[in-house]
C-alpha cells in the first residue's frame, strides 16, 4: 500500500529535549516536505526537499532542521524544542514528475507538545 | 506572492444540504488549484485538482471549477451527508517557480442527520 508513514504519532516532551520525528514514504518519490498546522493558521510548510541531499527552507523553517540522505526518508529535527512549537506535523510528498500539477501524499500527523 | 482565502467555518448543514465553500487565489504563475479533505485525525487526503482555466475537478460528488476571470476555486456538493463532515483545504500549486505550495486556511464542515 503506497503511503507515508510518521512516528511518532503522539509526543509530549519538555522545553530543550532533543527530539526527531521520522517520515518515511514507499512511492519513490523525489519531492518531501513538512508542515505544521496550527489552529487558524492552517498550514505552513516547513521545509521541503526535491531529492537526496537537496533541502531548502519552507515558510517557517527556524527551529527545525531536516535531512535528505535517502530518498525514503525526511526526518524533521528539533533540536532544543520550544514551547511555540507545539503543534500538529505532517509529512508529504509528491513525484516529480508532471511538476506542480501532482497532488501531495500526506502522513497522518504527529502531535508535538513540549511543555 | 501566492495566497489562497477560504471562507471561515465551521459551515454547519443539514443531511442532503446543498454545499458551498468559497476559494479564492492570488499567483504570479499559472497555478494548479486542489482542495484537500482532512478527516478527524487523519492526514490530508486530495479530493480534487484543475490545473487550467475551466477545468471542473470532480470526485464523490463534489466538484470545483478553476475560473480564472475570478480567480476562484468554489468547491460544491449538492447532497453532502455525515461522513462529508471534516476540514476542506484549498491549495494552489503556481507553475511560476516557486516550489511552495499554498493552501488556505481551511474550513471545517460539519453536518448534522
Known amino acids: 500500500e503506497a503511503q507515508v508513514t510518521q512516528n511518532p504519532r503522539y509526543l509530549i516532551t519538555v522545553t530543550g529535549k532533543k527530539l526527531t520525528v521520522t517520515c518515511s514514504q514507499n512511492?519513490?518519490?523525489?519531492?518531501m516536505s513538512w508542515y505544521r498546522q496550527d489552529p487558524g493558521l492552517g498550514l505552513r510548510q516547513i521545509y521541503y526537499s526535491m531529492n537526496v541531499e537537496v533541502t531548502d527552507k519552507g515558510d517557517v523553517p527556524e527551529g527545525y532542521k531536516v535531512s535528505r540522505k535517502e530518498k525514503r526518508n525526511f526526518p524533521l529535527i528539533l533540536e532544543s524544542p520550544s514551547p511555540n512549537q507545539t503543534s500538529l506535523y505532517f509529512c508529504?510528498?509528491?513525484?516529480?514528475?508532471?511538476?506542480?500539477?501532482?497532488?501531495?501524499?500526506f502522513g497522518d500527523g504527529t502531535r508535538l507538545s513540549i511543555l | 506572492g501566492n495566497s489562497v482565502t477560504q471562507m471561515e467555518g465551521p459551515v454547519t448543514l443539514s443531511e442532503e444540504a446543498f454545499l458551498t465553500i468559497n476559494c479564492t487565489y492570488t499567483a504570479t504563475g499559472y497555478p494548479s488549484l486542489f482542495w484537500y479533505v482532512q478527516y478527524p485525525g487523519e492526514g490530508l487526503q486530495l479530493l480534487l485538482k484543475?490545473?487550467?482555466?475551466?477545468d471542473k475537478g470532480s470526485n464523490k460528488g463534489f466538484e470545483a471549477t478553476y475560473r480564472k476571470e475570478t480567480t476562484s476555486f468554489h468547491l460544491e456538493k449538492g447532497s453532502v451527508q455525515v461522513s462529508d463532515s471534516a476540514v476542506y483545504f484549498c491549495?494552489?500549486?503556481?507553475?511560476?517557480?516557486?516550489?511552495?505550495?499554498?493552501f488556505g486556511r481551511g474550513t471545517s464542515l460539519i453536518v448534522h442527520p
Open positions: 484543475a490545473t487550467k482555466a475551466d
Open positions: 491549495a494552489l500549486s503556481d507553475t511560476g517557480g516557486s516550489y511552495i505550495p499554498t
Open positions: 508529504a510528498s509528491r513525484p516529480a514528475g508532471g511538476g506542480l500539477n501532482q497532488p501531495q501524499h
Open positions: 512511492m519513490n518519490h523525489e519531492y
